[in-house]
T-cell receptor
Framework: GEDVEQSLFLSVREGDSSVINCTYT??????LYWYKQEPGAGLQLLTYIFSNMDMKQDQRLTVLLNKKDKHLSLRIADTQTGDSAIYFCAGGAAGGTSYGKLTFGQGTILTVHP | DTEVTQTPKHLVMGMTNKKSLKCEQHMGHRAMYWYKQKAKKPPELMFVYSYEKLSINESVPSRFSPECPNSSLLNLHLHALQPEDSALYLC????????????????????FGEGSRLTVL
């Protein structure tokens, strides 16, 4: 099965860029997702990338995918205090009974200091 | 409407109680999920319903009993729980499961509710 790993903590200053990293083991993951979870809340989908893409940009968010190294990163430009949350990367397969069955990383706690 | 609504938001129950968690979505999604999340841990999949049929049960103890009355509703019936079952229970939905529809549809993203925080005394 899929194994997804993330660094546990990241601390940045407001206005700096944040880069959250993730590695995964299953190359059959068709989609890779980034979810954000604020304290006491559910998971909010931030962005996703297809496995046949290298990069995806969406406003302040940039996702980079290195398929050879099975490495995924999320860059948040101009990080704000409201970005403080836990960020989960997750992988999912395209078809069969695994569709929609996501494997989550452990989550990275992002703390943004004023 | 892009929301998944879960009730109740908080639930406290004793080990002999019977209670239910409810989840509703009106996005026309045909797959619905229950996840369990402990503090500062990733969500763990419990059950997947596809077209109102249970398609995945991740070896969940029988004291958790899911039910999908129709394509918009998902329940989780709780009975004789243990204190270690205290957690945030997240419901999610997605557009489809490709295994039944044939071919690939959608991008597989899950839309999550805000969760029901369960405390078992």
């Amino acid at each position: 099965g899929e194994d997804v790993e993330q660094s546990l903590f990241l601390s940045v200053r407001e206005g700096d860029s944040s880069v959250i990293n993730c590695t995964y083991t299953d190359s059959s993951s068709t989609y890779l997702y980034w979810y954000k979870q604020e304290p006491g809340a559910g998971l909010q989908l931030l962005t996703y990338i297809f496995s046949n893409m290298d990069m995806k940009q969406d406003q302040r968010l940039t996702v980079l995918l290195n398929k050879k190294d099975k490495h995924l990163s999320l860059r948040i430009a101009d990080t704000q205090t409201g970005d403080s949350a836990i960020y989960f990367c997750a992988g999912g397969a395209a078809g069969g009974t695994s569709y929609g069955k996501l494997t989550f990383g452990q989550g990275t706690i992002l703390t943004v200091h004023p | 409407d892009t929301e998944v609504t879960q009730t109740p938001k908080h639930l406290v129950m004793g080990m002999t109680n019977k209670k239910s968690l409810k989840c509703e979505q009106h996005m026309g999604h045909r797959a619905m999920y229950w996840y369990k999340q402990k503090a500062k841990k990733p969500p763990e999949l419990m059950f997947v319903y596809s077209y109102e049929k249970l398609s995945i049960n991740e070896s969940v103890p029988s004291r958790f009993s899911p039910e999908c009355p129709n394509s918009s509703l998902l329940n989780l019936h709780l009975h004789a729980l243990q204190p270690e079952d205290s957690a945030l229970y997240l419901c999610a939905s997605s557009q489809d499961t490709a295994g039944l529809a044939g071919g690939f549809l959608g991008t597989g993203e899950l839309f999550f509710g805000e969760g029901s925080r369960l405390t078992v005394l």
